[in-house]
């Protein structure tokens, strides 16, 4: 839920947008398709989470370890996940592009497990 809330938080932010970009590394930013499987595994380890406190267990133990499982799965960095969403919050428009794909993901494995 802490991930829902930071990329909308940033994704507001870049609604206000100056004269001058601000810089990027873009050596860390994510390409946009590894974001998107990023993105919809974050959501699947949000979705997991809200289950399991459902259940009693703080959400607290579970959200760092997942969001950090989630990291290593594709190998990366802390760095390089808060420069891609920094650089995906300024340039709304393509977040809205990756955003519209987890989309479609996540429906896609909804449905696959209903049909199980």
């Known amino acids: 839920m802490k991930i829902i809330w930071l990329l909308l938080i ?5 609604c206000y947008k100056t004269t001058q970009a601000p810089s990027f590394d873009m050596d860390l930013v994510l390409p946009a398709d590894i974001m998107v499987d990023v993105l919809t595994d974050l959501h699947l380890a949000d979705a997991i989470i ?3 406190n459902r259940k009693g267990i703080p959400v607290e133990q ?8 989630v990291m290593d799965k594709h190998g990366i960095t802390m760095e390089r996940f808060e420069e ?4 995906y919050a300024y340039y709304a ?8 794909k ?7 494995k909804e449905s696959r497990a209903l049909q199980k």
Do not use: T
């Open 62 to 69: 579970l959200s760092g370890a997942y969001f950090h499982f």
């Open 102 to 108: 987890v989309i479609i993901n996540l429906s896609l």
């Open 84 to 87: 891609s969403v920094r650089y």
């Open 10 to 14: 940033l994704s507001l932010g870049s």
């Open 93 to 100: 428009n393509q977040m809205d592009a990756i955003y519209e």
């Open 50 to 52: 809200n289950m399991e």
